[in-house]
């Protein structure tokens, strides 16, 4: 069966820091990988996604870059953190039509 | 462009009370419709879908959802609330075109009362 893992579950990071958020699928190939942002508790803004290795979509201009440098894996980064880029990310992964399933996500505060 | 509308900020149903969690979308084209549940601190996870087919799909922990075209709408249903389906709801579309990617509503906070 396929699982995603999404760590650290919590982080805490100094303004200007960087940062590394890492995504995993297994038990499937090739599939289509995202990553998203949830403020206060609400809606979901789509920042990345990515339809196959080296291939990454940006849809919102911002402090943030993601790669996928194996199928499987996505990773979140950030040379300097701002204050605003604190939030609770989330990853996800589906196949052509199907569902998307989500990692359990990240709460990252910027102090 | 796609667009997904949840109408009800909120929503408070008695326990044992049949509840409904509203949605609407906008699509250019066939759309794909998807409800997701979220409980606090937590990913979304995935409760049913509509693809094709059935118009009336039956989903995880006895949810169900109608696909109405004509009012562009797939409200989310169960006969009977739990006081542990208190969480946030989700609805998203996709168009039924590879590549497309989903649109999440802003959400709709459930809230059922012993």
């Known amino acids: 069966s396929q699982t995603i893992h999404q760590w650290p579950a919590t982080l805490v990071q100094p303004v200007g820091s960087p940062l590394s958020l890492e995504c995993t699928v297994e038990?499937?190939?090739?599939?289509?990988l995202y990553w998203y942002r949830q403020a206060a508790g609400r809606g979901l803004q789509l920042l990345f996604y990515s339809v196959g290795i080296g291939q990454i979509s940006s849809e919102v201009p911002q402090n943030l870059s993601a790669s996928r440098p194996q199928d499987r894996q996505f990773i979140l980064s950030s040379k300097k953190l701002l204050l605003s880029d604190s939030g609770f990310y989330l990853c996800?992964?589906?196949?052509?039509?199907?569902?998307?399933?989500f990692g359990q996500g990240t709460r990252l505060t910027v102090v | 462009a796609q667009s997904v509308a949840q109408p009800e900020d909120q929503v408070n149903v008695a326990e044992g009370n049949p509840l409904t969690v509203k949605c609407t979308y906008s699509?250019?084209?066939?759309?794909?419709l998807f409800w997701y549940v979220q409980y606090p601190n937590r990913g979304l996870q995935f409760l049913l879908k509509?693809?094709?087919?059935?118009?009336l799909v039956k989903g995880s922990y006895g949810f169900e959802a109608e696909f109405n075209k004509s009012q562009t709408s797939f409200h989310l249903k169960k006969p009977s609330a739990l006081v542990s389906d208190s969480a946030l709801y989700f609805c998203?579309?996709?168009?039924?075109?590879?590549?497309?990617?989903?649109?999440f509503g802003p959400g709709t906070r459930l809230s059922v009362l012993p």
């Open positions: 998203a579309v996709r168009e039924a075109s590879y590549g497309q990617n989903f649109v």
């Open positions: 699509v250019s084209g066939n759309p794909y």
């Open positions: 996800a992964w589906n196949l052509q039509s199907g569902e998307a399933f």
């Open positions: 038990g499937t190939s090739n599939p289509n």
């Open positions: 509509y693809i094709t087919g059935d118009n």
